[in-house]
């Protein structure tokens, strides 16, 4: 048996064309993998094919049924919700009731019944990611989880996910900051597999 | 999946989210009618079934584009589409949750309106009764067509010209039960006909919409 997340020579396209071809990694319990790569470089595609929104070209990714928690970009958060209405409606979908923990780890007790409206940029992204934590899953697939967090808030993400492995989760991260978490790292830009443009960068319009 | 009932049922019910938009659309067309056609109480009489009902339909059109462009805007569909729930489940949510906040009041505030036209009678419990059957079927077929359309910007175009036609079967059913049932013949067969169009609906659209989604969130 391997680790919980098994991706292997996986080709991942966007709009038809590869983006990255001969991506490989194992994640096992308790470790996280960090993604590191250009804007464009095909790191949303791979994170999206990993979690099953985007079928891959070549490859597989070997992964339980049901273990994959993802978060992208776009936090899902409904604006005339409540903060713990949101959460609460996320914690029902998954099967799970209690919420608190999740209010806690990212410091949202006292913004409970705050419509999410009125939050800033950077506390509805710590509510998008405290939904993480009421999937009760064990594989987190994150795209750039620390967007607009202000260096205490990436903070209690890294403690939230340093709790999740020590809890036999696992996490693959896509991010360009420093997260202090012990984890593996991986450079998706050898695994390019197209030449975009003529000056050889990637083309901003992936993304 | 009844709790992704409840929030979009909380969703439209709060501030913006378009509960009673469709009701002040067929209200509005409603009491024009009389109006613009004249008062002229035989001729009225005789349109009213048809009115209540295209009234009805495009009130119903006006909200689809709703049942997931707001989802995917927000992120909420994707995380959606990897949640412990089946995507034809989502859609048959979806579709119910739109037919609760306006098919049924539609439904409800359709007899009131029936006044305004002088629909005859024996006319009333046929209208309900078509139009309780009739509309779930525009709520799904209209979840499907919002379905195929969700990843457009703009999409509510393509998606009035998509589902117009789908709606058309159920618009002629349907007037033809309330037409026939106010003046007082048979309306079994059309009866029959509307409910077997609903029940396909019901039955076939959410595997459609859903495979239509998957395609559109890659």
Known sequence: MGGLLEVKDLTVQRGGIAVLSGVGFTLDAGAALILRG????????????????QPPMAGTVRVAPDAIAYAAHADGVKAVLTVAENLRFWAGVYGSVAIEDALAAFDLGGLAERPAQALSAGQK???????????????????????????????????????HLAAGGAALIATHIDLGIDAAELDVTPCRAIATTAQGVFDEAFR | ??????????????????????????????????????P???LLARIAPGILWIGALLACLLSLDRIFQLDFEDGSLD???????????????????HWLTTGLPLVMAA????????????GYAWLVLSLVLGTPALSMIGAFGAALTVGLKRGGLLLSLLVLPLYVPTLIYGTEVA?????????????????????AAVALLPFAAAAALRVNLR
């Open chain 1, 38 to 53: 250009a804007n464009g470089s095909g790191k949303t595609t791979l994170l999206r094919t990993v979690a099953g929104l």
């Open chain 1, 125 to 163: 992204r710590r509510l998008g990611l405290a939904r993480l934590i009421v999937t009760g899953r064990p594989v987190w697939v994150l795209d750039e989880p620390t967007v607009s967090l202000d260096r205490a808030a990436v903070g209690l993400f890294a403690s939230a996910v340093q709790a």
């Open chain 2, 1 to 38: 999946m009844i709790r992704l009932l409840i929030r979009d049922l909380a969703l439209a019910v709060r501030a913006g989210g378009g509960f009673g938009l469709g009701l002040a659309f067929f209200l509005i067309v409603i009491v024009l009618v009389p109006f613009g056609v004249g």
């Open chain 2, 111 to 122: 007899p009131f309106l029936g006044v305004m036209l002088n629909l005859p009678g024996p």
């Open chain 2, 40 to 42: 002229e109480t035989v």
């Open chain 2, 79 to 97: 995380l959606l589409a990897t949640a412990p729930i089946p995507m034809e489940g989502v859609v048959a949510v979806k579709a119910l949750a």
């Open chain 2, 179 to 199: 037409r026939r049932g106010a003046e007082g013949l048979a309306v079994a067969t059309p009866l029959a006909l509307l409910a077997g169009i609903t029940l």
